[in-house]
């Protein structure tokens, strides 16, 4: 003890014994560090993004009896006719006459979107206050949900159908589903396009 | 007058609970993590907001952008007997090997009468038979999938029943190419409704509003 003392006190004592070089034992970290952090990162990455989401949908059972067949409020009805255009959607109120004159609009949040938040605004805006309801814990999930049901498929709700062509790409019928979702439109339905409706996009296209 | 030291601090921390924890982290991802297996066909799904994740026990079927089909189920208990019920049904006969790798393989898209050669062949010809197939035919004339499906349901009910857990019953997913023409995906829906399925789960990419 009484060594070691000394040898730290000078280092440059009278008597130099020669004596083992003792080496430190404190190995640099850093590098092992750094390659934990950079696999921590990459696996947290990987984990959270790597399991695909999904959009659930029901299709409608093909009806036995013609009687049954549900007929949509003239006012309530919005019928949406996908081609193959990528930027174009063509729509309508109502029931398609001869005079019916379609309207055109895109997938940007600013087309579709926009006039379906603006024809479904009563719905949005109580399903939002539903939100905001369980947020603040008011309600409960289960209500909430039986809740927003209860909203989304009343009466004065927006209908919309959803028509497709033999050339309609995937892709455009899951964007518009996805619209149909942000704007709280549960009543909902993918059709055929008619005949009729087919002319009727040839003719503004002329 | 005498100065006032400023006792200096030891500019170096101690890193170590830093480091523990990170390796501690790095092992758990590490062993939670299920690496992505090799998949028959590549598919651009299209994006939606859904923040559903995709169940585990699923029936999947993915339409690539020509409207190939191809098929997998999940749960290897249900895959094994699904074969064996179609391969008496089509009269195929394989061997105990082609069996094994049938349970380890992901989604395929070969008819039953090349299901034999596909499962004999080596990794680098299966990716050439993954290219030349045309999927799994689904047309009314000769219509496997919709085999391939009624199987895989009556199997996982008939094990849903025997384990007594009936709330994890076989989910059905299609994942669909972007660039695949929804009326393909409509007669695969159709050939599904047709085996009483009405609800679908569709796979996607996570997008912001």
């Known amino acids: ?206 | 007058m005498p100065k006032i030291k400023v006792p200096r601090s030891n500019p170096t921390l101690d890193m170590t609970p830093m480091v523990d924890l990170a390796f501690l982290l790095v092992t758990f991802f590490m062993l939670t993590a299920t690496f992505r297996t090799e998949e028959a066909v590549v598919v651009d799904t299209p994006s939606s907001i859904s923040e559903k994740l995709l169940p585990d026990n699923t029936m999947m079927v993915t339409i690539d952008t020509a409207g190939r089909v191809f098929y997998n189920i999940d749960d290897q208990k249900v895959r094994v007997k699904v074969l064996e019920n179609m391969t008496s049904k089509y009269g195929v006969k394989l061997s105990a090997e082609e069996i094994k790798e049938f349970e380890l393989m992901k989604d395929f898209g070969m008819p039953m009468a090349n299901l034999k050669q596909y499962l004999a062949a080596s990794k680098a010809e299966r990716a050439q038979m993954d290219k030349a197939t045309k999927g799994i035919p689904y047309d009314s004339l000769k219509n496997e999938l919709s085999d391939w499906i009624l199987y895989g349901r009556v199997i996982d009910a008939s094990i849903a029943v025997e384990n007594g857990d009936e709330a994890d019953r076989l989910k059905i997913a299609i994942k669909g190419d972007s660039e695949a023409n929804y009326a393909t995906v409509r007669k695969i829906m159709k050939v599904f409704q047709d085996r009483k399925v009405n609800s679908f789960s569709l796979v996607t990419n996570l997008e912001g509003k």
């Open chain 1, 1 to 206: 003890m009484a060594e070691l003392s000394t040898d730290s006190g000078g280092g440059g004592g009278k008597h130099q014994k020669k004596r083992a070089k003792k080496s430190s034992t404190k190995v640099d970290m850093t590098p092992m560090v750094d390659l934990a952090f950079l696999l921590l990162t990459f696996f947290v990455l990987t984990a959270t993004f790597g399991k695909p989401k999904t959009m659930d949908i029901n299709m409608p059972l093909e009806p036995k009896d013609k009687k049954k067949i549900t007929k949509v409020e003239d006012q309530t009805a919005m019928t949406v006719l996908l081609t193959e255009k990528k930027d174009v959607i063509y729509y309508y109120f109502g029931v398609l006459k001869k005079d019916t004159k379609l309207d055109s609009t895109n997938y940007a949040p600013s087309g579709l979107r926009k006039i379906l938040l603006d024809k479904n605004k009563d719905v949005v805006a109580q399903v939002n206050q539903l939100k905001e309801k369980k947020t603040q814990k008011t309600i409960s999930d289960s209500t909430y949900k039986s809740e927003v049901m209860k909203v989304q498929s009343a009466k004065e709700a927006l209908y919309v159908i959803v028509k497709t062509n033999d050339k309609t790409k995937y892709k455009s019928v899951v964007d518009v589903l996805d619209e149909l979702n942000i704007c709280e439109v549960d009543k909902k339905v993918i059709m055929d396009m008619a005949t009729a409706e087919k002319l009727a996009i040839k003719k503004i296209n002329n």
